[in-house]
Structure formats: structure tokens, C-alpha cells
């Protein structure tokens, strides 16, 4: 064990232990939650629960009908967004609460929904983790972001606005929220083309072995 | 160095440091596509921020794209032919 290579380790090691009892941002939860969505095991629990929703969005349209083809085609487009919204509560839900963009997209919902029944009283707002406004920075504590000069500012603002619910967050927090929400939008690509395809090898099948889809699911 | 340390454990975890936030956008900078040509110099994080924002645009444009794919192609099957496809996509 030469003397300097171990000094340099035993300060890096308390630097690491400084980091980890501090994780104020939740860095090292960070490249734990990223890893998580890159497993196979979430990659199917995601599948199950996209599974159900696109059943439940099936459930709320019209029924498929062969008479009705005009009202499917009129019908599609908002399907396409509802196909969009139980996708992301899938997601949120995959999520398990455990990260801000998933309890705002949750929130949201239910939000809309509820703002939908009765009138509409005000704007479907922001999750109700409110800091004090700040005029310029995104962060939410002037001594928060470590000197941030305005241009990374203004890029932390709109990645704020990108990433649902973490617009009032401070910069560590927002990064790693950004860090999470990419991850598990690559794993909500992954797993919607791969359903995609099979249910398109599936119907270009069936749709050639007799006539297409006609077959009434069982009540 | 120490100062930094010592100022940084008194007051708590409201002081975030310059090297908490590096190593964020550095993770983050690992998750952007890019980053095997750029994963040896620092990128300044005012570009990691600019690829991250374009990112996730794109990767909201493409699952756009694909529930509208899939909308068209739950009008034309059923569900079980749905199940089926879920579970040929979980076993390949």
C-alpha cells in the first residue's frame, strides 16, 4: 500500500461519504433510479399497466364497430391524446410517487378531471410544492444554485417547463427530476414500439388469415 | 478545499455546492445520446442543458408519434389480439 495512492484513496472515499450523507439533491438516488428504468423487470411492469390503460381507453371510446368506421375516423385524433395521457399515468405510476414529475402528472389528472365536472374555476396550476417566486433564477433560494450565471438560468427555466411539475424546483433537484424523467421516457419509447410492432405483426396476420379484427371480445 | 467543507457542514444542506451540481450535469450529460463523443471533454453545462432540453422534446415528439400509431392500431384490433402482442413483446 504505497503512501500517496492511499491518501489519495482515503480522501475520495471521504469525499464520497460526505456526498452520500448529504445527498441533498438525491445524486447518488439519481443513478439508482436511472439504472431502474433500464430493467426488464420495469420495462414489464410498465407493459402490464400501459396494458390496462389502453384497455380503459378502449373501454371509454366507442366500442369497434364495422357500421361506425366514419365516428372511428372522426374519433381518432383525441383517441391518439388519450392513448398519450394513459401512457404517462402508466409512467407516473411506474414511478411509484418516488419522483416530482410523477406525482405532477398524477396530480394533474386528477385535476383536469375534477376541473372538468363542475366549472371551470381556475387553471389546472403548478403541484403544490410552492417556494417563493424569484424573479430571475429558477432556483428557489438565491444562494441555491452555486453562482448560476443568467444564460444557464434561462435553459434551467425551460428545462423546467419541459419536465411536468418541476418548474419551482431548485437546480440540483430539477437536474436529477430531468435525470429520471429522461430515463423513464426512454423506457416508455422502448416499450410503446415494441408493443407497436407486435400488435402490428399480430393484425397484419389475423387481418390476412380472415376477416379483419371483427371477432366481439367477450363481455 | 476545507473551507468549502466546513462552510458546507455548518449550514446544512441549503448550500449547494459547485461539485454536486458538475456531478449532476455530468450524469446527465452520460444520458444524453451524445455522450459517447463528448463524454471525455467537460462540456460546459449550459450545452448539456440545451441537448437535454432538445432530448426530451424529441423523445416527446416520438411518443406522440407512436400512441397515434398505437390509437390507430387498438381501432382496428381487439383486445385479446392486444394481450397477445403484449406478452409475444415481453418474451422476445
Redesign the interface.
Known amino acids: 500500500m504505497a503512501s500517496t495512492s492511499g491518501s489519495t484513496t482515503a480522501v475520495e472515499e471521504r469525499e464520497i461519504e460526505r456526498k452520500r450523507k448529504r445527498s441533498a439533491a438525491g445524486g447518488e438516488s439519481a443513478a439508482a433510479s436511472v439504472s431502474k428504468w433500464r430493467t426488464r423487470r420495469e420495462h414489464e411492469i410498465y407493459s402490464s399497466k400501459l396494458l390496462e390503460a389502453l384497455r380503459l381507453v378502449r373501454a371509454g371510446s366507442s366500442p369497434s364497430s364495422p357500421s361506425s368506421f366514419s365516428v372511428n375516423a372522426a374519433a381518432a385524433p383525441p383517441r391518439s391524446r388519450a392513448v398519450r395521457e394513459a401512457a404517462d399515468r402508466a409512467l407516473a405510476v411506474a414511478a411509484r410517487g418516488r419522483t416530482c414529475w410523477s406525482r405532477a402528472i398524477l396530480a394533474n389528472r386528477r385535476r383536469r378531471l375534477q376541473a372538468a365536472r363542475r366549472a371551470r374555476l381556475r387553471n389546472p396550476a403548478t403541484p403544490p410544492s410552492r417556494h417563493a417566486p424569484v424573479p430571475a433564477a429558477g432556483g428557489a433560494s438565491a444562494q441555491g444554485d452555486g453562482g448560476k450565471t443568467p444564460p444557464l438560468a434561462r435553459k434551467a427555466k425551460v428545462l423546467g417547463r419541459l419536465v411536468p411539475g418541476c418548474r419551482k424546483l431548485p437546480f440540483p433537484a430539477l437536474l436529477a427530476e430531468a435525470s429520471d424523467y429522461i430515463a423513464a421516457l426512454e423506457m416508455q419509447v422502448r416499450a410503446m414500439t415494441a408493443l407497436a410492432e407486435a400488435l402490428s405483426a399480430v393484425s397484419s396476420s389475423s387481418s390476412s388469415s380472415a376477416a379483419g379484427g371483427s371477432s366481439s371480445p367477450p363481455a | 478545499m476545507s473551507s468549502r ?1 466546513s462552510r ?1 457542514r455548518q449550514s446544512g ?6 461539485e ?2 458538475s ?3 455530468s ?2 450529460q452520460d ?1 444524453l445520446p451524445e455522450a459517447r463523443l463528448q463524454s471525455n471533454a467537460r462540456v460546459p ?2 450545452r448539456v ?2 441537448e ?2 432538445n ?3 424529441s ?2 415528439r ?3 408519434d ?21 406478452i ?3 418474451l ?1
Open positions: 467543507r458546507s444542506s441549503s448550500r449547494i455546492t459547485e454536486q451540481i456531478d449532476l450535469v450524469k446527465l444520458l453545462s449550459a442543458l440545451q437535454t432540453c432530448y426530451i422534446r423523445l416527446h416520438e411518443v406522440d407512436l400512441s397515434e400509431r398505437l390509437s390507430e392500431l387498438l381501432a382496428t384490433s381487439d383486445m385479446s389480439s392486444a394481450q397477445e402482442a403484449i409475444r413483446s415481453l422476445m
